[in-house]
């Protein structure tokens, strides 16, 4: 089992041997420094213990046919995300209005190609690197969503969960039942099974006794892991 220095190495130095003498090498030599380094060790490599399909420092084009590189491209060859981590003191110090439209120009045009643009905060990945990890592994996880042996009934569980955040209130069963296509019994039953484990709290209605609304709980976004 390689050490994340050992494997980093190992990563950066096929990258700079796959790219001849040029620009491409260059931006990688002297982009990919602290903040990069510390989003793989923090983040990337303690989620996922290797490099498979990322690139580092990462070229496109945006809509003027301008080159941009991105900190990084994760592309498996049925998703194309590009992560970036920035910095408040330099992004703010760098940046002017004429900056910030072309910023938010060149991601809308991206996703128009096809690509999925994320941003880090530094100060997160590197004082708080488990939530990147957490909001990270929610992304990852809609593009491959069979990475790993998970049930089907795990499956649906999650994206119970991911229809309650979607929601932003509790969710009834009728939710379920029509967002899912399936009967109500099975709504009801992935509810309870929710509850039971302690990702839904169960919300007592005001006119009876039985439960028939469930409040989402922090610590949910955990059944992801």
């Known amino acids: 089992m390689m050490t994340f220095e050992e494997a980093h190495l190992q990563f950066i130095n096929g990258h700079l041997g796959s790219r001849a003498e040029g620009e ?6 002297r982009g990919h420094r602290h903040a990069e380094i510390l989003f793989l060790k923090n983040i990337w490599w303690p989620l996922r213990g290797q490099f498979d399909n990322l690139h580092p420092e990462y070229e496109v084009m945006d809509w003027r046919g301008r080159s941009y590189f991105a900190d990084f491209a994760w592309l498996p060859g049925y998703v194309k995300l590009l992560i970036e981590i920035k910095g408040y003191a330099s992004h703010v110090r760098d940046m002017d209005r004429t900056k910030y439209c072309g910023e938010l120009n060149r991601e809308t045009f991206l996703y128009a190609m096809g690509y999925h643009v994320v941003s880090f905060a530094y100060d997160d990945v ?3 690197p488990e939530l990147c990890m957490t909001l990270l592994r929610l992304l ?6 069979a990475e790993a042996p998970v049930s089907r009934v795990q499956l649906m569980e999650q ?16 939710d379920v039942k029509e967002h899912f296509s399936v009967d109500y019994r099975t709504a009801v039953r992935t509810l309870h099974s929710l509850s039971d484990k302690g990702w839904l709290l169960p919300v007592p209605t005001t006119h009876q006794e039985r439960t028939a609304r469930y409040e989402l709980k922090r610590s949910a976004l955990e059944y992801f892991n």
Do not use: C, F, T
Not at 24 to 29: D, I, M, S
Not at 140 to 145: A, E, M, V, W
């Open 24 to 29: 491409r090498r260059a931006r990688l030599e």
């Open 159 to 174: 994206e119970v969960i991911r229809l309650s955040i979607h929601l932003a209130r509790p969710i009834r069963p009728q």
């Open 140 to 145: 990852l996880g809609r593009y491959q969503p």
């Open 126 to 128: 590197e004082q708080r």
